[in-house]
């Protein structure tokens, strides 16, 4: 059995907005072979653009609420409650709500690979932020 020492772990700022704090907690680089996850603290406003990728991705909700597009549909989630977004399927999210949203974000493989999308499946409002 691994054990991972997350209290060592550094904190490092991933993505487009650099006020969403992000770790990993298990990957290719802690010894996985079929494993990502991540924690994600994001303040109010802030999520993920519409991206794809080639495998399966969970969010689950600690704290806080989050609206997410998937495909062309429109799903919210608040703490408890997990998303699921099938590979291949175009998806984002936006943090709603007065409160920041605390999230474990888990993929099937120990690499994940996205790619930004610009298609049919974007919904953003007239600030670029995801509807």
Request: net charge negative; no cysteine; hydrophobic share 45%.
């Amino acid at each position: 059995m691994l054990l991972i020492d997350h209290a060592s772990q550094a904190v490092d700022w991933r993505g487009r907005d650099k006020n969403v704090a992000q770790r990993t907690l298990i990957s290719a680089e802690t010894g996985a072979k079929n494993l990502t996850i991540w924690e994600l603290h994001s303040p109010v406003d802030t999520g993920a653009p519409m991206h794809v990728h080639p495998h399966e991705e969970a969010i689950t909700v600690l704290a806080g609420r989050i609206v997410a597009r998937i495909g062309e549909e429109r799903v919210e989630a608040h703490i408890g409650q997990t998303i699921y977004m099938p590979a291949n399927m175009p998806h984002g999210f936006r943090v709603v709500g007065d409160e920041p949203a605390h999230l474990l974000v888990a993929f099937p493989v120990a690499n994940v690979e996205f790619a930004y999308v610009r298609s049919r499946y974007n919904h953003h409002d007239a600030n670029g932020r995801l509807a």
